[in-house]
């Protein structure tokens, strides 16, 4: 069944540093619980909690495979996710290089002797 | 050396840095000065802002239009908190599109930092959803044309 990826679960998943660096270590490649488990000093439960969270919001994804059940980036969900921040991102770029103008331009005026 | 960060913090808030090439006092006047404002506050392509209003103490008003030209247009009201001359203002605000948005807290720093300031802006939103609203609607396009383009992108998600 295709998870329906939210919006706002996936910007609240990504709110918790531990799942962001579980994110990260996804998108090297797939990898089983006990792999995404390790660098951190949390129990296995509480690991399971946070691939919960992240599996409801629709960015990563069960592969069943014998007894495995490694986990996988959902790239479509994050793809759409880094869409929407970057499109915000821009916004604000071309604000700021807009600003950067108005800046040199105050500097030029205030460097000038009245 | 400007390299800018947007990143979202804990549920609702969104966290820009930005360096500029300029002292606090002079990135300060631009966030505050009407005139400067009008001149960087982009709206979409093709866009400007015929009205801006920057009543810059606690209390004074904050009135943002933008206009094509041609009778579209939108806006954004707020007032400003409290303001630290040449270092700190905060401010609440909020788009109308043209019925409100939910309050928009901004906290923005001005810092010394090498060569410059270092902008740290603060954007609290009252809920993820709003968040992850205004994170999705970049304006360029027209706030309703964003609003439909990410109605279109959930509805194909579901």
Redesign the interface.
């Known amino acids: 069944m295709q998870t ?5 679960a996936a ?2 998943a ?2 918790d540093p531990t799942r962001r660096a579980i994110l990260a270590r996804l998108m090297e490649g797939e990898a089983t619980v006990q792999d995404l488990a390790r660098p951190f000093d949390i129990s296995q439960p509480a690991i399971s909690r946070h691939l919960k969270v992240l599996a409801d919001a ?1 960015l990563i994804e069960t592969r069943v495979e014998g007894s495995a059940r490694p986990r996988k980036l959902n790239p479509e ?1 994050v793809q ?1 996710l880094w869409d ?2 970057g ?10 290089n ?3 103008d ?3 331009t ?2 030029t005026e205030e460097e000038t002797p009245k | 050396m400007t390299a800018q960060t947007l990143v979202t913090d804990g549920e609702t808030d969104v966290v820009v840095t930005r360096q500029f090439a300029a002292p606090p006092q002079a990135v300060y006047r631009a966030h505050t000065d009407p005139a400067l404002i009008q001149w960087c506050m982009l709206g979409p392509d093709g866009w400007s802002m015929p009205v801006c209003i920057s009543d810059a103490r606690p209390g004074g008003d904050i009135r943002f239009e933008w206009s094509d030209g041609q009778g579209n247009g939108f806006h954004l009201t707020g007032n400003y908190l409290d303001l630290t001359l040449h270092s700190r203002i905060r401010h609440v605000e909020r788009m109308h599109l043209p019925d409100p948005t939910p309050d928009n807290h901004v906290d923005t720093r001005f810092d010394t930092a090498p060569g410059g300031t270092l902008l740290t802006m603060r954007m609290s939103l009252p809920d993820t959803a709003t968040r992850t609203a205004m994170l999705a609607t970049g304006m360029e396009q027209g706030m309703e044309a964003s609003y439909a383009r990410l109605e279109a992108l959930v509805g194909k998600k579901a």
């Not at chain 1, 499109?87 to 700021?96: D, G, K, N, P, S």
């Open positions: 329906t990826p939210s919006l706002d910007f609240a990504l709110a629709g969900a759409a929407w921040l499109q915000y991102h821009a916004l604000w770029e071309a604000r700021y807009r600003l950067d108005v800046l040199a105050l500097q």
